[in-house]
């Protein structure tokens, strides 16, 4: 009986360490994402322009 009790302790202490970890790493995901999102958005912008700036260059190339 006391094998039993030991072990549904570690079981239910063992998932709530595993919701802790998981919470902690989606945090942590979170937090680089914020981190990354102003260099993913100039980088977009900057993708953006040399795309006009290519369009007005070469404009028999976008069929206008």
Same mark, same amino acid.
């Given at each position: @009986?006391? @094998?039993? %009790? !030991?072990?549904? %302790?570690?079981?239910? &202490?063992? &998932?709530?360490?595993?919701? /802790?970890? %998981? +919470?902690? =790493?989606? +945090?942590? /995901? @979170? $937090?680089?994402? $914020?981190?990354?999102?102003?260099? =993913?958005? +100039?980088? =977009?912008?900057?993708? !953006?322009?040399?795309?006009?700036?290519?369009? +007005?260059?070469? !404009?028999?190339?976008? /069929?206008?």
């Amino acid at each position: @009986m006391l @094998m039993f %009790i !030991a072990t549904v %302790i570690l079981y239910v &202490f063992g &998932f709530v360490f595993l919701y /802790g970890v %998981i +919470r902690l =790493a989606v +945090r942590h /995901g @979170m $937090e680089d994402l $914020e981190a990354g999102r102003p260099q =993913a958005l +100039r980088t =977009a912008q900057n993708a !953006a322009a040399d795309d006009r700036a290519f369009l +007005r260059d070469n !404009a028999f190339l976008s /069929g206008n």
